[in-house]
């Protein structure tokens, strides 16, 4: 079937066909004998590159120019988000029967707000949480979508973002009963189960554009399911590289995915040191290039030195570690074909998309704290699987899996390579999971009662699957916690929710962490400092993960409670009598420590070194506590709690940007961050005042203040700059650079 066979808009064919598409993939065609363009329900599941994504795309596309609709994309990550809205915006160019442009939106953060202006768009992208917000806070333009595009559908069965994902689908069936739903997946063993609760039909291929074959590396061979095998030269003593290095010798790329970030950046060093002699002049520059730009990006660390010198010799590693702009530039890196041998953790093949001839499993077991090593699902098997395969590029993908003997290999061929991936099962009915999801449909008033309540979890996924009898006792046990404190008032089988509980559920914060935040607020510390607010911030369950303590760190943490007990939030736990909960303790305390040197103007490299903290882990961390002193805010003054406001406030904003109270005015400029601040502060610029008296020429004096951001600065703070002024900055800073010029020709024919 051609794209012009489709009766789509003249412009969409016209656009598709300039980018070189005009046969659909087998998945495609079977998506639209099933009815996709005509409205009709599906649950689309194929490998990567099968063309999943043009399938939504068109869907969406008729939507808005043939039935004035609106269009929702869910994605489970913000990277993913991000991927998709940059791919979606090429679309901006077609013109709807309005004469206006088709517009592009995307949100995926500001959990308390109704985003109003995203009304204005034709296609919404963005995050499951960000729409389970949305739907929270009751945005009207939620009532006009037409199509919602679920992506990674197989997340249904994952604990953490799974019941969210299951939530959010749930209610659009029930606030637009016409909705079409989209669901894609590239590994759903029950596609038709979920395509039943979904009122779906379903699409289930092994097709790919690229074919894959499966095998097992035991003793210097690889076997193949397809029957082949070939013999690996043994030229490093570890088989991942022998495989990796081979694979470059026929010009492809490798991925290898290791089980720990630590495993990751050695196995990348390694690879480092056997990639560089096969590289050419050419790919040298290239690569020192890219190497230049991650040591620019942000502050320097060790290891975002460790990631360029692995980078300028042809490899590297990938993990939550990294910052967004060194995970960035590696993606990019990697897929252009620059780095030759990636090594990263599992957190990889749930993100973005990143082909490589060969994926290398160096292990298929995991290691979870508190519950020892276990082997991964054959799900997150086949995702790594996935990966194998650049379209374009390679004529066939593989994927490999390391076995240490015959017996072993026979093991892995039978329970993962030859094996079925796990049915999806809903993960919603657990009380912590359940809390905030009873609490919002209440609070926004989509149940009123408790058979509204009933009624609604008994179209979820769970209750599909279990039956809606199983679900009922759980939600029962959940609104007696929500009425025990004051989040909900239950008057007969009538639902309400207080001000309390309308706010926590607004706020997006789990219904545990207001009242730990709430009886905190009531019941302080003997001696209430940051520190103190810190601490109770970090004891919310919404806090995590939290930095587990290793070693001797533990013994400090417990000597650090004591000394400290004056300004420590709620009781220590006795080590001896609860051991998990003294555990669980000791990494509030960590957190709070971390949070306490980022406040203090430590640098990511100082924290990394004495708090092993990773910069990845750091911003996840600031982010996460940001928010949840806004949300301290709003309950303090929920509570009238006003003596704390000023200093939440404060504390919000060195959090925020990382810095001491006399930075707080400064770090307020745009273009002025931690560092910058911390540079105009030392040369006397202590206040708006300070800057709005300066010249520029004085503002440009500065180290990394250039003439357009001194006058930016100066523009902000009030200040008037005249004609004569700015011409005189400009030249000033251009002959400091062209002397600086003259002295690096100086230096080099020296």
């Not at 066979?5 to 656009?15: I, N, R, Y």
């Not at 702009?325 to 780095?339: C, K, L, N, S, Y």
């Not at 309400?496 to 905190?520: H, N, Q, T």
Request: charged share 25%.
């Amino acid at each position: 079937m051609r794209i012009r066979e489709l009766q789509l808009d003249p412009q969409v064919v016209t656009l598709l066909e300039n980018e070189g598409l005009d046969q659909l993939y087998p998945p495609q065609e079977d998506a639209i004998k099933a009815g996709v363009l005509d409205g009709k329900n599906l649950v689309l599941a194929s490998p990567t590159a099968s063309g999943k994504t043009l399938v939504a795309e068109i869907c969406i596309l008729k939507h808005i120019l043939e039935r004035n609709g609106k269009a929702i994309y869910l994605a489970p990550l913000r990277a993913l988000a991000s991927e998709k809205f940059k791919e979606f915006q090429r679309y901006s160019s077609i013109k709807k029967p309005s004469g206006e442009h088709l517009r592009i939106g995307m949100s995926t953060g500001d959990y308390d707000s109704s985003d109003p202006w995203l009304g204005r768009y034709d296609i919404i992208i963005s995050t499951n949480e960000k729409a389970d917000s949305l739907l929270r806070h009751r945005a009207p333009w939620m009532n006009e979508l037409s199509l919602v595009v679920a992506d990674e559908i197989h997340l249904l069965t994952e604990h953490e973002r799974g019941p969210t994902l299951e939530v959010v689908l749930t209610r659009l069936t029930e606030i637009n009963p016409d909705i079409q739903m989209l669901a894609l997946s590239a590994t759903v063993r029950n596609a038709d189960e979920v395509g039943q609760w979904l009122h779906a039909g379903s699409v289930t291929t092994d097709w790919r554009p690229v074919p894959l074959r499966e095998g097992i590396y035991n003793l210097g061979q690889l076997q193949f399911n397809d029957g082949s095998s070939r013999a690996i030269q043994s030229g490093t003593k570890t088989p991942v590289l022998d495989i990796a290095l081979e694979v470059l010798s026929s010009g492809g790329q490798a991925l290898i995915f290791t089980e720990t970030r630590r495993s990751a950046v050695e196995m990348g060093r390694k690879a480092a040191l056997a990639v560089k002699p096969r590289l050419s002049k050419i790919e040298e520059r290239s690569l020192n290039t890219i190497a230049e730009r991650i040591l620019s990006s942000g502050e320097k660390t060790r290891l975002g030195e460790a990631l360029a010198s692995q980078i300028a010799s042809g490899a590297g590693f990938h993990h939550a570690g990294l910052t967004g702009p060194h995970r960035g530039i590696v993606e990019t890196a990697f897929r252009d074909g620059r780095i030759k041998v990636l090594a990263a953790t599992p957190t990889l093949a749930a993100g973005v998309n990143l082909p490589a001839r060969t994926v290398i499993i160096s292990s298929y077991e995991r290691f979870e704290s508190g519950h020892g090593r276990y082997p991964i699902s054959v799900l997150e098997y086949k995702q790594f699987c996935g990966r194998a395969g650049r379209p374009k590029y390679d004529k066939y993908g593989e994927s490999v899996l390391i076995a240490r003997n015959q017996d072993e290999a026979d093991w892995l061929m039978e329970n993962y390579v030859i094996a079925q991936p796990e049915k999806l099962w809903s993960k919603l009915a657990v009380e912590k999971i359940l809390r905030p999801h009873v609490l919002s449909t209440v609070a926004a008033g989509y149940a009123k009662t408790e058979e509204g309540l009933y009624e609604f979890f008994g179209r979820t996924f769970y209750a599909h699957q279990y039956g809606p009898r199983m679900i009922k006792g759980k939600i029962g046990e959940v609104l007696k916690f929500l009425a025990k404190e004051e989040m909900v008032v239950m008057e007969g089988r009538d639902l309400e929710a207080s001000r309390f509980g309308k706010r926590v559920s607004e706020l997006y914060i789990d219904p545990m962490s207001a009242v730990i935040i709430r009886d905190g607020l009531y019941n302080r510390a003997k001696k209430m400092t940051d520190f103190s607010l810190i601490h109770l911030i970090s004891r919310t369950p919404d806090l995590a993960p939290r930095p587990r303590p290793r070693g001797s760190e533990m013994d400090k943490l417990g000597i650090m409670a004591e000394s400290q007990r004056d300004e420590i939030m709620g009781y220590a736990p006795n080590q001896f009598e609860d051991p998990i909960a003294y555990d669980e303790f000791l990494s509030e305390l960590k957190a709070s420590l971390v949070l306490s040197d980022w406040i203090s103007e430590f640098t990511e490299d100082q924290i990394l070194e004495t708090r092993k903290v990773e910069p990845g882990d750091l911003l996840r961390l600031v982010q996460g506590t940001e928010w949840l002193v806004f949300a301290a805010q709003e309950l303090a003054r929920l509570f009238g709690h006003k003596d704390l406001l000023a200093n939440m406030e404060m504390l919000r904003v060195r959090v925020s940007k990382g810095v001491k109270p006399e930075l707080v005015k400064l770090v307020g400029l745009e273009g002025v961050g931690r560092v910058r601040a911390r540079m105009m502060y030392s040369a006397g610029l202590k206040s708006i005042d300070d800057i709005k008296e300066r010249s520029l020429t004085e503002l440009t004096a500065i180290p990394t203040i250039g003439p357009s951001l001194a006058k930016r600065i100066k523009e902000q703070a009030g200040g008037l700059i005249k004609a004569e002024e700015w011409e005189k900055a400009k030249s000033t800073k251009l002959v400091e650079a062209e002397q600086q010029i003259m002295l690096t020709e100086y230096e080099d024919t020296e």
